[in-house]
């Protein structure tokens, strides 16, 4: 399957993000050594032994991780499900107890759009102090910090989620620095830019997270968002950037290909 990155010449350019697309070049590599991990505490430590248990665990099939390409951006390995529905299932059964759904062992559309448009962008997270909010299996974040981002951050709840982004980003041997921190009470912080993918997937998620985006943007920080129209996506108070087509790898979803849009907060008058 080929997948194509198919601008849209009726979408407005770019203000404050117009840089012009170059070739990608990836920048040297830092040596990133998974012991990192075990500085990590209580909810997190038990979800990274868990999964350090996972990845080396032999035998193959729908229910294992395994690390592979992502569809739209092959330069990024991840540790995935190929049915993480599946994996779900048989942690749980092996736990005992319910375990949080595990967002980060898919790469969502949305943030493999955001992946891309970053690749593709490189002066777009250059030299700069990077939010990947959400992050999920933190492939974000990573895209990121290929591109020469000088500080990269990931934020997500998920204790399994933080625990993933470490073993992912070790996979591409960059450093980004995962929390199971809760911001979206906060302003961002020290911040240059603050990528989402994929975070308007319910309502509740939606009234929390577009207050914080827009909290973040008015205080001159960039903003990215990456969604391939889920149904709580507020468009009227955003404004997009770029479009993808993007190999569908959720398994809810039967569409072989979905339309995302790269986005930003719109400016509001005064």
């Known amino acids: ?21 170059g070739r990608f070049v990836k920048p040297p590599r830092r040596r990133v050594d998974d012991g990192m991990l075990a500085r990590m505490d209580g909810a997190t430590r038990d979800a990274a032994a868990a999964l350090r248990r996972e990845i080396h665990a032999p035998g193959h099939g729908p229910d294992r991780l395994r690390l592979a390409p992502t569809p739209l951006v092959p330069e990024v390995r991840l540790h995935v499900a190929e049915d993480a529905i599946l994996w ?15 967002y980060w062992a898919s790469a969502w559309a949305g943030g493999q759009a955001l992946a891309r448009y970053l690749l593709d962008h490189p002066r777009v997270a250059a030299g700069r102090r990077v939010l990947d909010l959400a992050t999920g299996s933190g492939l974000v974040a990573i895209a990121a910090a290929l591109t020469g981002a000088a500080q990269v951050r990931a934020s997500d709840i998920d204790p399994y989620a933080v625990a993933a982004v470490g073993f992912n980003a070790h996979a591409n041997r960059v450093a980004v620095d995962a929390s199971a921190t809760d ?6 912080g020290d911040v240059d830019l603050l990528l989402a993918g994929d975070v308007f997937y319910d309502r509740p998620m939606t ?14 920080v960039d ?13 009227e108070r955003l404004e997009a950037l770029a479009v993808y087509r993007v190999p569908s790898t959720e398994v809810a979803v039967e569409a ?13 008058p005064g």
């Open 1 to 21: 399957m080929i997948a194509l990155y198919l601008p849209d010449s009726s979408l407005p350019r770019p203000r404050t993000l117009a840089e012009v697309p």
């Open 88 to 102: 779900w299932a048989r942690m749980e059964a092996a736990a005992g107890h319910r375990l949080p759904a595990p």
């Open 183 to 188: 911001l979206l009470d906060t302003d961002g």
């Open 207 to 220: 009234d929390r997270v577009l207050p914080f985006l827009e909290r973040v943007a008015a205080r001159g």
């Open 223 to 235: 903003v990215l968002v990456g969604d391939p129209g889920r149904g709580y996506l507020p468009e």
């Open 256 to 268: 072989p290909v979905r339309r995302v849009r790269i986005m930003r907060p719109r400016r509001r």
